[in-house]
């Protein structure tokens, strides 16, 4: 039972443009939602989050939205570059329990110059 | 300051053969993890600890094994590796927070 999922495992954007990464859940707890982008060979790096209690953080050309009734966040990039190449990793965290993240099975955004 | 570090970054064992991943932190944090992450899916959390000598088995704990005897270490030991052990191993760290900072990984293939 995959409490958060990540629908499209790929996307293709060109440069400059938006990109939009999408993530579900089924668990109305969770504390906080956050975005890891993963190169590869590398462990993943910590993006931006949100907290359940929002339905909108914005760090720089990073957006993320937050849609409580229909358990839907988002993630937007605006512009993209070809340095946001990668895997991005949507998470969930319940602050109890040990703080354990969630993770859904991630998106691979490519950036086309 | 290396923040986390994770050894060996590649390694090979045969099926029964056990072996011990290593983390180490330096940024003093109370809170570690173990993660795998097998290919094309998302991480699954293993072990946690909130603190030396404390301990927690996460989503996929079978077949491992963890101590936290200092606040900087937190080794997984596999007893008997099997093929469905063939993973990428991730350590990660947090303060409590809604933040974790990982290590670059451990490839492990069991053959």
């Known amino acids: 039972d995959q409490q958060v999922k990540q629908n499209s495992p790929s996307l293709s954007v060109q440069e400059g443009r938006i990109s939009i990464l999408n993530c579900d859940y089924t668990?109305?707890?969770?504390?906080?939602f956050l975005w890891y982008k993963k190169y590869p060979a590398e462990g993943p790096t910590f993006l931006i989050s949100i907290s359940s209690i929002k339905d909108k953080n914005e760090d720089g050309r990073f957006t993320v939205f937050l849609n409580k009734s229909a358990k839907h966040l988002s993630l937007h990039i605006v512009p993209s570059q070809p340095g946001d190449s990668a895997v991005y990793f949507c998470a969930a965290l319940s602050l109890n329990a040990g703080n354990m993240l969630t993770f859904g099975g991630g998106t691979r955004l490519m950036v086309k110059p | 300051n290396a923040g986390v570090t994770q050894t060996p970054k590649f390694r090979i064992l045969k099926i029964g053969q056990s072996m011990t991943l290593q983390c180490t932190q330096d940024?003093?944090?109370?809170?570690m993890y173990w993660y795998r992450q097998d290919p094309g899916m998302g991480l699954k959390l293993i072990y946690y600890?909130?603190?030396?000598?404390?301990?927690d088995k996460g989503e996929v704990p079978n077949g491992y094994n963890v101590s936290r005897s200092t606040t900087e270490d937190f080794p997984l030991r596999l007893e008997l590796a099997a093929p469905s052990q063939t993973s990428v191993y991730f350590c990660?760290?947090?303060?409590?927070?809604?933040?974790?900072?990982f290590g670059p990984g451990t490839r492990l293939t069991v053959l």
């Open positions: 600890s909130v603190g030396a000598g404390i301990t």
């Open positions: 940024m003093n944090h109370n809170y």
């Open positions: 668990n109305s707890m969770f504390d906080y």
């Open positions: 990660a760290t947090s303060t409590g927070g809604n933040t974790q900072y």
